[in-house]
């Protein structure tokens, strides 16, 4: 008898499997279910020259306040109840960052074409835009049937990782969403090419996850999966719905941290140089 | 009556004619303002709840446990469908405006790689206004807001629209730009921004100087329509019991 995979590992294992200049996926959106204990497992690491591809919240701000981003792939960068990612746009306004800006809904068709395994997938979104311009990717298509249109090619967004945070897994590598939206989690891990890990609040057995929700919301699977990570809070501080909401105290504490160099050392101080169980301790002593 | 009632009409005024499509006013004042239009004159406007739901509701602001009538489920996958099929309007804001409507609201200053403010990104600007009908809602008309020339094209304007050809920008409207000081529209020869009507107490002049570039005036321009008692109550009582307008256009 051969056993199943055990796919279980901690944040440390999945920052192992990870190399300097790698392309990495993020999944959630803006300040929503973003891997976060991931993502400070990262920012406690050397990798460096990171390519992050996000539907962009904290966790590009972050990795840019921690010096490891080489290039951005995103849409935009928003902590939701803040509009603007402050540590982003000091990255951006130092000009120390790569920029590859997209149409939220081209990135989408970006991460669908890799996931389809297919170079790029025509589209109308962009055309007219300055996203041909300042988007050195992007080249247009013309349609080879009678119509003749030229379209924007949303090239694929191949990952060399792809990280997200779901509610509900199993040890295997089953996910599950609770929440209002599973945004495009399931396409960042088609899109990656392997290294394909999910933090997830809680794991439990695969016979409970229809407990947990309607099998509808089984919207990861383990053929999808590398890794599972047991990270209860793990999003923390962006929103894990219906789990909790986003701690906004602490994100405008975080956002203050973009004031200055010596308001970040302090943030980082407090808050990153340390292991995700202390951070867990002192969010809870709060 | 105050101004951001005014503007609450102006805004629903926007949506009139759609019919049964997707209202997507982003915003606290187009958010009030579209419920208005759909509880008054446009009955078959579905509506967010801001996230993931379509709802019913003439409320315009929920709490997180608050009840609401659910029609659909739209997540943000879903909402790529409706918009790229063509059944939505959307109003969103700007950073900057040019006078064909071009959009910007991802960076400001002349070096892209290094720019003076970094904003948002491009968001969905590009995918909005190829695909569907736009509006705009500017809570602070100046001359930082309306521009000879955006920094980023990221909504694109009728001039580029033109550039594109007939077909490729068949789907392009822009419909209304409204403000803190007037409602206006495209409807010119050129399709050079036009001033449309002049909300209570406005002139001519003050909007002129609040904007960075020549605007096509009409000889005669109205005066933008005000709230109804009817309408001023359905909006105090339930579409903003909290008065958040007030808090967008304080005037």
Redesign the interface.
């Known amino acids: 008898m051969t056993a199943p995979r055990d796919k279980v590992l901690r944040e440390d294992d999945v920052v192992a499997e990870l190399r300097s200049g790698m392309t990495i996926g993020i999944g959630g959106?803006g300040s929503r279910r973003k891997p976060m204990s991931i993502v400070r497992a990262i920012l406690r690491s050397d990798l460096t020259d990171l390519t992050v591809v996000s539907y962009?919240g904290p966790d590009l701000g972050l990795l840019c306040a921690a010096g490891k981003v080489k290039r951005a792939v995103?849409?935009?960068?928003?902590l939701d109840s803040i509009?603007?990612e402050p540590h982003?746009?000091v990255a951006?306004?130092?000009?120390v960052i790569e920029?590859e800006?997209?149409?939220?809904?081209?990135f989408?068709l970006g991460l669908q074409a890799a996931a389809w395994r297919v170079p790029f997938l025509p589209?109308?979104?962009?055309?007219?835009?300055?996203?041909l311009m300042?988007n050195d990717r992007l080249r247009t298509v013309v349609s080879p049937y009678d119509?003749g249109?030229?379209f924007v090619a949303a090239p694929a967004l191949e990952l060399d990782a792809a990280i997200v945070h779901l509610n509900r897994g199993d040890a295997r590598g089953n996910g599950q969403f609770l929440g209002?939206?599973?945004?495009?989690d399931d396409l960042f891990l088609r899109a990656a090419t392997g290294n394909r890990f999910m933090s997830v609040e809680r794991i439990v057995p695969t016979d409970d996850l229809t407990k947990e929700g309607s099998f509808h919301t089984l919207r990861i699977n383990r053929v999808m999966v590398d890794g599972v990570v047991e990270a209860p809070n793990g999003a923390h501080f962006t929103s894990c719905a219906p789990d909790y909401?986003r701690d906004e105290a602490f994100q405008r504490e975080y956002a203050k941290s973009a004031a200055s160099p010596e308001a970040w050392d302090a943030f980082r101080a407090e808050w990153i140089d340390i292991d995700e169980a202390a951070y867990q301790r002192k969010v809870q002593e709060r | 009556m105050r101004t951001a009632d005014i503007c609450v009409l102006a805004v629903a005024d926007c949506f009139r004619g759609d019919g049964e499509l997707l209202a997507n006013p982003i915003g606290t004042i187009p958010m009030i303002g579209g419920r208005l239009a759909r509880a008054t004159f446009e009955p078959d406007l579905m509506m967010t709840d801001g996230?993931?739901?379509l709802v019913a509701d003439d409320r315009a602001f929920f709490g997180?446990d608050d009840p609401r009538t659910i029609e659909a489920y739209n997540?943000?996958?879903a909402m790529?469908d409706v918009?790229?099929s063509g059944r939505r309007h959307v109003m969103m804001g700007a950073s900057q405006i040019d006078p064909y409507g071009n959009q910007n609201f991802?960076?400001i200053g002349a070096?892209?790689?290094?720019?003076?403010?970094?904003?948002?990104?491009?968001?969905?600007?590009?995918?909005n206004?190829?695909?569907d009908t736009t509006s705009y809602w500017i809570p602070n008309h100046s001359t930082n807001v309306f521009v000879e020339h955006v920094d980023?094209?990221?909504?694109?304007g009728y001039d580029?629209?033109a550039?594109?050809g007939p077909?490729?920008?068949r789907?392009?409207e822009l419909r209304r730009v409204v403000t803190n000081l007037c409602v206006l529209d495209f409807e010119s020869d050129d399709r050079r921004m036009r001033l449309r009507s002049l909300h209570p107490g406005v002139t001519v002049d003050e909007v002129v100087a609040a904007t960075g570039f020549a605007l096509v005036v009409p000889d005669d321009v109205p005066e933008t329509p005000v709230p109804t008692d009817e309408e001023l109550q359905l909006i105090d009582e339930v579409i903003d019991p909290d008065g958040l307008r007030y808090t967008e256009v304080k005037s």
């Open positions: 959106w962009a995103y849409a935009f960068a928003s509009p603007l982003f746009r951006r306004q130092a000009g920029d800006p997209y149409d939220e809904g081209l989408l589209t109308r979104v962009g055309l007219g835009s300055d996203l300042h119509d249109e030229t209002p939206d599973l945004y495009f909401e | 996230e993931a739901m997180a997540p943000y996958r790529f918009v790229w991802a960076a070096d892209y790689a290094k720019p003076k403010v970094q904003l948002l990104g491009f968001r969905g600007a590009p995918g206004t190829i695909n980023v094209v990221c909504g694109i580029r629209a550039a594109l077909r490729a920008a789907f392009h």
